[in-house]
């Protein structure tokens, strides 16, 4: 990232990745007229996107899924493999049922928005995930891991949870299920400080980037089933 990144006061850095030649000009209209977010560029397709990252150091990502050359699941994994620090993504997508979701957050993507969402709900998404959040709703949450989880997949080792306290594995295990900070802090009598320090603690120990990740890693190693 450039010095300015993250910076105290200084404007989150944007760029956006579409093949729709609209889609980037209102977004990028939308997101620089605020006062804290600046878009440092955009591109048409998954190739040109791998080397403005490179270029630009964006904080956050908003790109398609589907694009000719590279597809925006490719693109995202050319990203986390590039050294250093890297921006959050979020992917852009017409359907709230696409089949390439449940790829983006394997991919490391932080969560996805549809492309008909409101002026409101994209800045929000982008502070959202500026902000190390990730961008699932509890409901959507329940929908998209609940069906992600039932589709053949290989299953991560469990004893890499071995290394979570009981007190983290229920936290880990509410999140999964769609609970937010308020609703696991309810449920195990605790403060929403506390639920968040446990939630610290379960990313580094499991190596995850964001929520999201505790997510997909819960129902993965088996921690949490459909249905439950």
Do not use: C, W
Not at 16 to 23: C, P, S
Not at 41 to 53: E, P, Q, R
Not at 77 to 84: H, N
Not at 106 to 115: E, N, W
């Amino acid at each position: 990232m450039t010095e300015t990144a993250g910076a105290p006061g200084a404007a989150v850095r944007v760029a956006i990745i579409d093949d729709h030649a609209m889609v980037r000009e209102g977004f990028g209209a939308l997101l620089d007229a605020q006062p804290d977010l600046s878009v440092v560029g955009s591109a048409a397709d998954g190739a040109d996107a791998v080397d403005l990252v490179r270029r630009t150091h964006p904080d956050v990502l908003l790109m398609d899924i589907r694009m000719p050359r590279l597809n925006g699941l490719d693109a995202a994994r050319a990203v986390f493999a590039m050294p250093g620090e890297h921006p959050r993504i979020v992917m852009l997508t017409t359907f709230d049922s696409d089949e390439y979701v449940f790829a983006a957050l394997q991919a490391g993507a932080s969560g996805f928005l549809l492309k008909d969402a409101t002026a409101q709900e994209l800045v929000h998404a982008v502070r959202v995930v500026a902000d190390g959040g990730a961008l699932l709703a509890p409901s959507v949450t329940r929908t998209l891991i609940a069906d992600y989880a039932r589709r053949p997949a290989r299953r991560r080792d469990t004893a890499v949870l071995g290394q979570l306290t009981e007190r983290e594995l229920e936290v880990m295990r509410l999140i999964a299920r769609g609970g937010s900070n308020a609703e696991v802090a309810t449920e195990l009598y605790l403060s929403e400080q506390t639920v968040k320090t446990h939630v610290s603690r379960v990313l580094s120990k499991l190596g995850l980037r964001d929520r999201t990740q505790i997510v997909v890693a819960a129902y993965e190693s088996g921690l949490v089933h459909p249905g439950e």
